[in-house]
């Protein structure tokens, strides 16, 4: 039997003998069904890798497609991570924690943030959902207007610049025909309330799109409840045959979002949904951390963009302009600072932050002695302004509210990108090459000057080249390798803070990495397609957690990284019928060198060296009726970095969906109901890496369910 250890030996010691055996036994035999006469499933196109439309088959890179029946069909429609787990490669952690945003990690890049999504690069539409500084929020991702998620991983990540370990992007679809007003209600476990109202249709030359929803939860855990209120609107018009204009605007709102913090390993095998209890809190020994600071945060969140298309013949002009505001103020679990340190900013984080940026780039297709040349040639630009104070979580005898100011200053970033991409293809080879120059420069002025001045500047600045190569092995069967040099310089958040309780870090280094691919693709007969790809990333100056307590973390450089893995994704079925679904994957992300207390070999924290997909679906001839039995397993993962506390064990969980449709004229009903966790599994949903009071913990939920009910009416 193949044991983790002889998994981990063959990823560390025979990952090029087993690509290479894999190419040599498998091949053959997908060769000789991919020339069969069957049927075949369409092409899937897609823009991410490329910024033009490009057949994700004929991309040497590793691209999956979420189609919106996976996104909307028997969801709630909250979270992303109810989506990305069928993605190989892709690690949700869900927090069960609206204040902190879910956890998504790409081949193990984005694992170590305590909130956010970091090292993984999120759009909407073609606009950032990502800072300028390189954090993004899946919140803002609208799931109720959604037509598809892309999801990127590997070389091809390092074209879209600073803090592309991967990237995400959601495309909502686009409004034509009749008009339509919807509405759906959803109910679920743990006080779940969802509703969201829709309509969409065109008025002349203009396609409107108009959602808005608001969503609440008691929330599992204890100290655990959140709302939201999101909207959306997206205007599509044609000013001529040649030219298109998309005008985007969204906005979340999140008051007073109740954050559990995490659980040591104890009280998490005792109670998952309890939070940790305060010793020191004489008069309410019952309560835990969470209420007696009532750490809480509320967000809100409002953003604008256009996005431009001009097409010239063959070729096109592209530009992107957005711009938008958040806001946001957040309770920790202390009062006067971190560590107790004089020079600390408080308890109470508040900054009001104002961000824009552009995209603007030029795509020119020609034909060269019987080649075809695709040139894209641009430019893109972000900054941001943040007003940032810090208070005590203490006034009077009070925890919980807003107390002396100890922190403020404005920070001032900017980042500016010109890249440039190629590819050529001629007869049964594509070949594309990139280059990308990223500068990016934080400047700090502090205003609070009693425990002295942290005003400073730092820059950053990085070339990385793409090179990559796919042949056409036969027509429907391709292989491909791809390799890139990678860039992740500190976000915003992770220079505020100094181990040492401090003010800036402005010592911490960019990483660097060097990311290698080789994959093969095939469509088989009975509509069936594969994609496998094995990998490696090299990674210098890794950053890593320091110190994390209370909600505040600060990071240092870790030196050398290794990943190394294998993903493999298999979709089979028709549009009736049976259908099934797989995505594994098997990763082994390990500290290259020792530093301070971790030993070389150690995994990094927070990233599962295997995880496993499986869904088996049926749909009736008529596509009214459908259901799906779902599997995820995930392997133990790590909270720290030396490895020595327990880590979060493995788990399997067996979720089960129905959906239903039925048409009544003009009328479109929709029910849906879905059970997660079957089994009644007790697991940690996410770890909060480098805790430094051992409260690593997040519990997820054990047996839940949601259901809902939707009602559309179309104008004709």
Known sequence: MTTPTAINHMLRRKLPLAFAVQYLLVLPAIAAAADGGAQQPAPVVVVSGSKMQHSSFDLAASVDVIDAAQIQDAQLRVNVSESLNSVPGIVVQNRQNYAQDLQISSRGFGARPAFGVRGVHLLTDGIPATMPDGQGQAATFNLDMAERIEVLRGPFSALYGNHSGGVIQLFTRDPSGDAVVGVTTAAGSDGIRKTDVNAEGT???????????????????????AERDQAYAKLVTRPDKDSRLTLIANSLHQPDTQDPLGTTWATFQRDPRACETDPADTQSPQRCFAER???????????????????????????????????????QAFSKGFQSSPSSSGGVVDFDRDFNGLDLNWQDT??????TLRTTIGVEYGSSRDRRAGYEN?????????????????????????????????????????????RLDVDVRDRFLSNGDDSGRVSYARTTPLLSALYKVAPQLNVYTSAAR??????????????????????L??????NVEAGVKALLPDHLRIDAAVFQVRTHDELAVDSSTGGRTSYRNAGRTLRQGMELSLHAGEDSGWNGQLAATLLRAVYDEGFGNVPAGARLPGVPNASLFASAGWKDDSGLLDAAIETFASARAYPDDANAAHPAPGYTTVSARLHSRQQYGAWSIKEFARLNNLFDRSFAGSVIVGDSNQRYYEPAPRRNWVMGLSAQYRFR
Do not use: C
């Open 366 to 371: 020609r034909t060269l002695d019987g080649a």
């Open 203 to 225: 008025a002349g030359p203009v396609g409107f799109l108009l959602d808005a929803s608001h969503f609440e939860t008691a929330g599992y855990r204890r100290h655990s409840a």
């Open 486 to 507: 990678g860039f992740e310089t500190p976000t915003l958040n992770e220079l505020f803070y100094s181990g040492a309780g401090g003010g800036f870090n402005f010592r």
């Open 394 to 438: 203490f006034a009077g005898t009070q925890f919980g509210v807003i107390g002396n100011l100890r922190r403020d200053e404005t920070d001032d970033l900017r980042t500016l990108d010109p890249y440039l991409q190629s590819e050529w293809q001629r007869g049964r080879w594509i070949l594309t090459a990139g280059l990308r120059h990223t």
């Open 509 to 514: 280094r960019p990483s660097t990495s060097m």
């Open 293 to 331: 600071y009532n750490t809480r945060k509320s967000i809100g969140h409002t953003q604008a963009g256009l996005a431009y298309e001009r097409r010239f013949g063959l070729d096109s002009l592209h530009l992107t302009l957005y711009g938008g505001n958040r806001k946001v103020t957040q309770f």
